[in-house]
């Protein structure tokens, strides 16, 4: 590898370590929230929120029409004139947001059969208001790929939101501890974010730059509309057809799948877009491989774990009532990991201005998933798991074959990045199998299991990818390296 190229991967890497290590940071004290919920709460309790974030996260889509990234790709010199044009406009969005989501709580609460969300859509529609005042600094930071801010804003939000979600689950106040519990989450992420980041907005509304950066996020609004529509469908299915409960027992099930391997594809994303917008598009060959090479190898072991472990993760962490969540996690959790694998062939369609080939994606997968819902969903939450998994796995590899092509690889060497850490999760797997099976003790098969697993990856990685494991040593512990 040449040393530019050198650097590039370096920088990239770097960007992911501090993301992911918010992400793990963060998720760790999530899941912890979490399970302490899930034994103060009920299933519907879970279902009702679900169903309301469910219902806001199609106007999430629109958030702020792309404004933000747009302002990322923008050139260095205008750089301040961009920003104050985002926040006026995001704001504007934002506060339109929160206004139409109070306004749709009584239809919300018809459609689902849920009266409790007449009151509760106006709460958490106030988050619309509230992020989109700090949206501009997160994008700024993003920019300059400083991405010790995203650690601070989203620890800060995750400690809030669980302090004062437990607080209120203990006095009694049920759903409603989950609902304000991220209001709270969400306003003191915004006033971190104000503290870390050097931009203060004039009390001005301008047009500089408008029309260029609403073509741009335009057609990445559209993406993340489809993207939206794709990843919750099967909530309002759920929600619609077998009730809160039901939904409250997929959402559990679906909370390890997202914490731990899904939630990495938005944090691979965020570092990707800057990352790929800043290098010679020569070279981007280069950064989509490394990428795809480190995302497999994080994602693929977590992912045979939660599946192989699964009964016991569900059992220790949320407890024995939600044993309904075990298979349907198993499932989701392929999911998921498509999903992640995907993300580096996404960026690669951004940064070449051919997002229209997700769009083209999307819309005809969003129709069978349509017309596949509206079949299964009366056989349960396990048949609607099945339905959505399958058209990713259907997706995946379409996905990857155009983005070889537009980047003009070979379909072979496209593939090689993933090779050594699908062997080395498969033979996790192999490992951790048994242990699960005889093991009675769920703690005990969680332990011994994780233990081996891990062990066992690692050797295999020392065998088939030395070298991508000293590169990562010498990125997180430049100075032990050197030694």
Same mark, same amino acid.
């Not at 859509?121 to 988050?127: D, H, K, Y």
């Not at 029309?211 to 559209?222: D, E, Y």
């Not at 992640?340 to 969003?366: D, H, Q, S």
């Given at each position: ?16 370590? *501090? ?156 759903? *409603? ?178 997002? *229209? ?127």
């Amino acid at each position: 590898m040449s040393e530019r190229g050198h650097s590039l991967a370096t920088r990239t890497l770097r960007g992911m370590a *501090w993301a992911y290590g918010a992400y793990v940071g963060g998720r760790m004290l999530v899941l912890v929230q979490t399970a302490i919920l899930a034994r103060l709460l009920t299933p519907s309790d879970f279902g009702v929120v679900a169903l309301a974030l469910t219902f806001m996260v199609f106007l999430d889509a629109v958030k702020d029409l792309g404004l933000g990234q747009a302002l990322i790709i923008g050139e260095e010199h205008e750089a301040e004139a961009r920003a104050q044009t985002a926040f006026g406009w995001g704001v504007i969005i934002g506060l339109t947001l929160t206004l139409l989501t109070a306004a749709a709580g009584p239809l919300a609460a018809s459609f689902f059969h849920e009266p409790e969300l007449k009151a509760m859509l106006p709460v958490l529609g106030a988050t619309f208001l509230v992020r989109s005042l700090g949206a501009t600094h997160y994008a700024l930071a993003r920019k300059q790929l400083d991405y010790r801010v995203r650690t601070f804003s989203e620890i800060t939000e995750v400690v809030v939101r669980g302090v004062v979600g437990i607080g209120l689950a203990l006095g009694g106040a049920g759903a *409603w501890s989950l609902a304000i519990g991220f209001l709270c989450g969400t306003v003191a992420s915004t006033l971190t974010l104000w503290a870390l980041v050097d931009f203060r907005p004039r009390a001005q509304l301008t047009r500089a730059h408008l029309k260029s950066m609403l073509a741009f996020g335009g057609m990445l609004t559209l993406v993340d509309m489809g993207a939206v529509l794709a990843y919750n469908l099967d909530y309002l299915f759920i929600g619609r057809v077998l009730g809160s409960a039901s939904l409250g027992y997929y959402s559990i099930a679906f909370r390890m799948p997202e914490l731990i391997v899904l939630n990495l594809a938005s944090v691979a994303g965020d570092v990707l877009f800057p990352a790929y917008a800043a290098v010679d598009k020569r070279r981007l060959r280069e950064a989509y491989l490394v990428a795809l090479r480190y995302t497999a190898m994080l994602t693929l072991p977590i992912a045979a774990a939660l599946i192989i472990l699964a009964r016991p993760v569900i059992h220790v962490l949320f407890g024995d009532q939600w044993d309904s969540s075990v298979d349907v996690m198993q499932v989701l959790t392929v999911y998921a990991l498509c999903a992640t694998l995907a993300i580096p062939c996404g960026t690669v369609f951004k940064v070449t201005n051919r997002a *229209w080939i997700m769009v083209a994606f999307t819309v005809p997968a969003l129709v069978v998933l349509v017309i596949l819902l509206a079949f299964v969903t009366d056989e349960g939450i396990m048949a609607v798991a099945k339905a959505t998994t399958a058209i990713q796995l259907v997706a995946l590899p379409a996905t990857a074959l155009i983005a070889a092509r537009v980047l003009k690889l070979p379909l072979l060497r496209s593939l090689t990045p993933i090779v050594p850490s699908l062997f080395g999760a498969l033979v996790m797997a192999a490992a951790m199998y048994p242990i699960e099976h005889f093991v009675s003790s769920p703690l005990l098969a969680l332990v011994a299991g994780g233990l081996a697993g891990v062990a066992v990856y690692l050797g295999m990685l020392l065998l088939v990818a030395r070298d991508d494991l000293r590169r990562l040593r010498a990125i997180a512990a430049p100075r032990l390296a050197t030694s």
